[in-house]
């Protein structure tokens, strides 16, 4: 009988988010990791027991970024700039850690930039934190 250490999956709330290299903290939900191949079903002559899929072109959704509203309003400003014309193209980086805290993956996003700010909902009758999100587009997965 094999014999072996058990590895048990990462968490999904220890995590963070750098952009240009630098950690930027508080970010709660993240949004777009994800990657899809387009097809082209091609049938060859003389086989009719399948069907070829080829692969096309790859696409990735916007990668969507949530967090506590607080005093930086970074996010904001670099959205702001890019809204007036002046785009300035980042790389982002979602990290996952292991319970010690250790880097155990890594998704980075090249020439990133904000296409979309939502500011937080705000009521009186509530005690939620105030969150923005920021949706960023991407030349790609790395």
């Known amino acids: 009988m094999a014999t072996g250490k058990r590895k048990n999956p990462y968490t999904n709330f220890k995590f963070l988010v750098e952009i240009n290299g630098m950690v930027v903290a508080g970010f709660s939900e993240v949004y777009g990791l994800q990657a899809e191949t387009e097809t082209e079903e091609y049938r060859e002559g003389g086989v009719n027991h399948f069907v070829l899929k080829l692969p096309k072109v790859t696409s990735y ?72 999100v920021v949706e960023l587009v991407h030349k790609g997965l790395i």
Do not use: C, M
């Not at 969507?64 to 982002?92: F, N």
């Not at 155990?104 to 969150?131: C, H």
């Open 61 to 132: 959704p916007n990668l969507t970024l949530k967090r506590g509203l607080t005093d930086s309003d970074a996010l904001y400003k670099w959205y702001r700039d890019v809204a007036v014309g002046s785009i300035v193209r980042k790389q982002v980086s979602v990290v996952v850690l292991d319970h010690s805290g250790n880097e155990v993956r890594r998704w980075n996003f090249s020439q990133a930039y904000p296409v979309k700010w939502t500011g937080p909902e705000l009521s009186a009758d509530s005690s939620a934190i105030a969150v923005e």
